[in-house]
Antibody
């Protein structure tokens, strides 16, 4: 049973960069597509982007200019970097797995709350 | 961007009732529609994929139907543990989008 675990700072200052890692255990990071999704009370679930083990990625148009996703197959980890954050980026951030970018999310991490505040 | 609109936003039901949640897409998405259940302080859990395909380990009282723009999630003989928020998700085209959620309260 694959397990996903998000980690990173819970508090980020406005205008700084939010950095998160998703560690995958119990399965390989290869042959799957990995998404980042965030959830806020006001906007619900919002897809941020996805990345394959090859490094091929697709980002949400609304976040694309501030977003970088990467994958480290040697560590079985994904990374997310979101620059120039504002209070609107405060959310619970999840990593989730799909077979391809056109499938359902069959595994999710527990999520990590990131608050943007000075 | 494909907009998914769920109805109702909230429903209060009694155990053993049957409830239907609908998800309407702003354009046709074929059967690329998936349903999730999220309980408080938990991550979403996949219930139904591709509109009507069942997921191993999910109780058989959960079923889905629909295609094109109109989809339904039906929960038969509700149990107390079904209290949760339910979301639909489309994977037909990018960006991936979710419905706003339907909160189900069990009286």
């Amino acid at each position: 049973q694959v397990q996903l675990q998000e980690s990173g700072p819970g508090l980020v200052k406005p205008s700084e960069t939010l950095s998160l890692t998703c560690s995958v255990s119990g399965g390989s990071i290869t042959t799957y597509c990995w998404s980042w999704i965030r959830q806020t009370p006001g906007k619900g679930l919002e897809w941020i982007g996805y990345i394959y083990d090859s490094g091929y990625s697709s980002y949400s148009p609304s976040l694309k200019s501030r977003l970088t996703m990467s994958v480290d197959t040697s560590k079985n980890q994904l990374s997310l970097r979101l620059s120039s954050v504002t209070a609107a980026d405060t959310a619970v951030y999840y990593c989730a797995r799909t077979r391809t970018g056109r499938n359902s999310f069959d595994s999710w991490g527990q999520g990590t709350l990131v608050t943007v505040s000075s | 961007e494909i907009v998914l609109t769920q109805s109702p936003d909230f429903q209060s039901v009694t155990p053993k009732e049957t409830v239907t949640i609908t998800c309407r897409a702003s354009e046709s998405i074929g059967s690329s529609l998936h349903w999730y259940q999220q309980k408080p302080d938990q991550s979403p859990k996949l219930l139904i994929k591709y509109a009507s395909q069942t997921i191993s380990g999910v109780p058989s009282r959960f079923s889905g139907s629909g295609s094109g723009t109109d989809f339904t999630l039906t929960v038969n003989s509700l149990e107390a543990e079904d209290a949760a928020t339910y979301y639909c998700h489309q994977s037909s085209s990018l960006p991936i989008t979710f419905g706003q959620g339907t909160r189900l309260e069990i009286k």
